[in-house]
């Protein structure tokens, strides 16, 4: 039986936290090489929590409008003849 993988630690989520008020990717990187101290697979971990985090921002940036197809009917209709 597959068990859920567990949550971020507490000091993941603190890092992840405190990552997120540096305005700029570079600002986080340089955070994170200080706040992990050499710890390769902690700052994995976050980055890879950031990265989420991002992406989860930019999917919900563009209303759902402009990411659907312009041509709704060549959707239902198939090639035209």
Known sequence: MDHPKPGPS???KEIFMEALDHAT???RVAFLDSACR???ALQRKVEAMLADHFAADNFMAAPAAEAAPTNLASLTEGPAP
């Open 38 to 40: 050499q710890d390769a």
């Open 25 to 27: 990717p570079e600002a």
């Open 10 to 12: 507490a000091d993941e």
